[in-house]
């Protein structure tokens, strides 16, 4: 393999091209309108324009992608995660003409991209599954009886839901029928599929999932866990690894449970494992996700292990080269997304341009990020504009970490998840690890995102040091501070 295409943009794209780069083979970039100046098309040994910038007609154009390899000889695709990295249809495509997909089977895409196949084969192992039903559902009184078997309250779920869409909580029988209604035409709106299922609502959960690589040699290993329970809207916000919760003997039965499930659809290179835990930390089944997960750098700085890498030498036919009993857990790493979100108006998208972008440095920590300072975040995407990781040996000094370079993570211009974050690893729930995926409702509100004092000591000291240089170079830093201490008073 001597050329990948990047099928991605933002900080996902920069991620994968350094692993591909680091290990001598060639990156290619496709761009959308908006991207035209974006760092991952700056970064690229070659880039390739795609189209306007709506994903409809750019990033999630199959044969538009595939003509970029052809035009510039690239032997792999790599997806990234979102666009079209759960898409079977265009994984068949890819393979059809010739082309290397770096992910899984097409097989395995289809079975996992359905919550109720991916049920149906991971039963093949006796998994543990939250109660409910096992087939899509559609007639509303039947389905209003098996929810009262069941018990409320209910979640009722898209088969083909993602990203935290497609999901319903019902309280009581009262309401079912319209929640029902609901669901179903919501499901058909967003995925065009109007499969729904009912899951029994697990009362204080716990995301935890399994990061797992399969080679096509048969061998399949799992590096440990994630847990991902600090969400809101049901995604995710603050990711760790390992968990504060589990025990050894918990995290090896988890562990062999998602090597299970990759092998119930024979499942080839880097994928994740999803379980919700309750409070008595019983596990049960969620979904499987076939690509490379926002959340894997956590996992990479306990392991060790470069995912990328590893997805790539998987695709070129190579053998895992470490065994189970190889791999363990050193320190502690936690990631903060920081989203162009206002979490004091219920985590709404921002837009807007970064007047400052100063990212944290030192021993520990970790920036994905595909923006500098000047950039606009476009309305077209997802809304993250950056990964702050922070490694530790353990998991009060992750933490430490984390909330020192959210006070040295300057940003302007938009506002962002960087005060939730802090707040956050303030939080004795949170300091404490005992918490659940209802962090974000019991605890937070605006008024705890007040303005502190540090804050205004780090402003009064980068005044300082700018008055001390003197240098015109820095003049516009004094427009860029007040800025944010506006921002900052607007929170
Ligand atoms: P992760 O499990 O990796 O944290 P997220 O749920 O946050 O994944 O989603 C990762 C990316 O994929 C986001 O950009 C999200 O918007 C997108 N995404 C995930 N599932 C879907 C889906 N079914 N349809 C559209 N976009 C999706
Ligand atoms: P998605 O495809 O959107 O990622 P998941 O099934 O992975 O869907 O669920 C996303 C989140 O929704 C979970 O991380 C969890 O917070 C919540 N959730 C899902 N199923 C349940 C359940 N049965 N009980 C309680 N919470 C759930
Ligand atoms: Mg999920």
């Given amino acids: 393999m001597h050329k990948i295409l990047v099928a991605n943009r933002g900080e996902i794209a920069l991620r994968i091209m350094r692993s591909a780069r680091e290990m001598g083979i060639k990156t290619v970039a496709v761009y959308s309108d908006a991207d035209r100046n974006a760092l991952h098309v700056r970064y690229a040994d070659?880039?390739?324009?795609?189209?306007?910038?709506?994903?409809?007609?750019?990033?999630?154009?199959?044969?538009k992608i595939i003509d970029a390899c052809r035009q510039t000889g690239a032997e792999a695709i790599h997806p990234g995660y979102g666009f079209l990295s759960e898409n079977a249809a265009f994984a068949r495509q890819v393979k059809a003409a010739g082309l290397i997909l770096i992910g899984p089977s097409p097989e395995a895409m289809e079975i996992m991209g359905n919550k109720l196949s991916a049920k149906v084969a991971a039963m093949q192992y006796n998994i543990p599954m939250v109660p409910g039903t096992e087939e899509a559902i559609t007639d509303i009184a039947e389905a209003k009886l098996r929810a009262i078997e069941v018990g409320f309250p209910i979640l009722i779920k898209a088969a083909a839901g993602g990203g935290g869409k497609g999901m319903r909580v019902v309280d009581s029988a009262n309401h079912f029928e319209e929640q029902m209604q609901l669901a179903?035409?919501?499901?058909?709106?967003?995925?065009?599929?109007?499969?729904?299922f009912i899951e029994r609502y697990i009362s204080s959960p716990k995301h935890i999932e399994i990061q797992v690589l399969g080679d096509n040699h048969g061998n399949i290993v799992h590096l440990f866990e994630r847990d991902c329970s600090v969400q809101r809207r049901h995604q995710k916000v603050v990711e760790e690894a390992p968990s504060a919760t589990l025990t050894p003997a918990i995290r090896a039965q988890m562990g062999k449970c998602a090597i299970d499930v990759a092998r119930s659809v024979n499942y080839t290179g880097a994928g994740t494992v999803e379980f919700i835990m309750d409070d008595k930390l019983n596990?049960?089944?969620?979904?499987?996700?076939?690509?490379?997960?926002?959340?894997?750098?956590?996992?990479?700085?306990?392991?060790?292990?470069?995912?990328v890498k590893e997805q790539i030498k998987i695709a070129r036919g190579e053998a895992l080269?470490?065994?189970?009993?190889?791999?363990?857990?050193?320190?502690?790493?936690?990631?903060?997304?920081?989203?162009?979100?206002?979490?004091?108006?219920?985590?709404?998208?921002?837009?807007?341009?970064?007047?400052?972008?100063?990212?944290?440095?030192?021993?520990?920590?970790?920036?994905?990020?595909?923006?500098?300072?000047?950039?606009?975040?476009?309305?077209?995407?997802?809304?993250?504009?950056?990964?702050?990781i922070a490694y530790g040996k353990n998991r009060?000094?992750?933490?430490?970490?984390?909330?020192h370079a959210i006070d040295e993570f300057h940003i302007t211009g938009i506002t962002t998840t960087l005060g939730f974050g802090k707040f956050v690893m303030q939080h004795i729930?949170?300091?404490?690890?005992?918490?659940?995926?209802?962090?974000?409702?019991?605890?937070?509100?605006?008024?705890?995102?007040?303005?502190?004092?540090?804050?205004?000591?780090?402003?009064?000291?980068?005044?300082?040091?700018?008055?001390?240089?003197?240098?015109?170079?820095?003049?516009p830093l004094v427009a860029d501070v007040s800025n944010w201490v506006k921002n900052r008073k607007e929170l």
């Fill in 396 to 403: 009060d000094e992750a933490i430490d970490r984390m909330a």
């Fill in 283 to 307: 596990f049960y089944f969620l979904e499987m996700n076939t690509r490379l997960q926002v959340e894997h750098p956590v996992t990479e700085l306990i392991t060790g292990i470069d995912l």
């Fill in 321 to 388: 080269s470490f065994k189970q009993e190889e791999l363990t857990i050193k320190g502690h790493a936690i990631e903060l997304r920081i989203y162009a979100e206002d979490p004091a108006n219920n985590f709404l998208p921002d837009i807007g341009t970064l007047q400052t972008y100063i990212t944290p440095k030192g021993p520990g920590i970790r920036v994905d990020d595909g923006f500098e300072q000047g950039m606009e975040v476009p309305i077209y995407y997802d809304p993250m504009i950056a990964k702050l």
């Fill in 46 to 63: 070659e880039a390739v324009h795609i189209g306007p910038s709506p994903s409809n007609k750019s990033y999630l154009l199959g044969n």
């Fill in 184 to 196: 179903v035409s919501e499901a058909t709106s967003a995925f065009g599929d109007g499969s729904v």
């Fill in 429 to 475: 729930a949170f300091r404490s690890g005992k918490f659940d995926t209802h962090f974000v409702n019991k605890y937070f509100n605006a008024d705890a995102l007040q303005e502190d004092n540090e804050d205004e000591a780090l402003i009064a000291a980068l005044i300082m040091q700018q008055l001390l240089s003197g240098g015109k170079k820095e003049a």
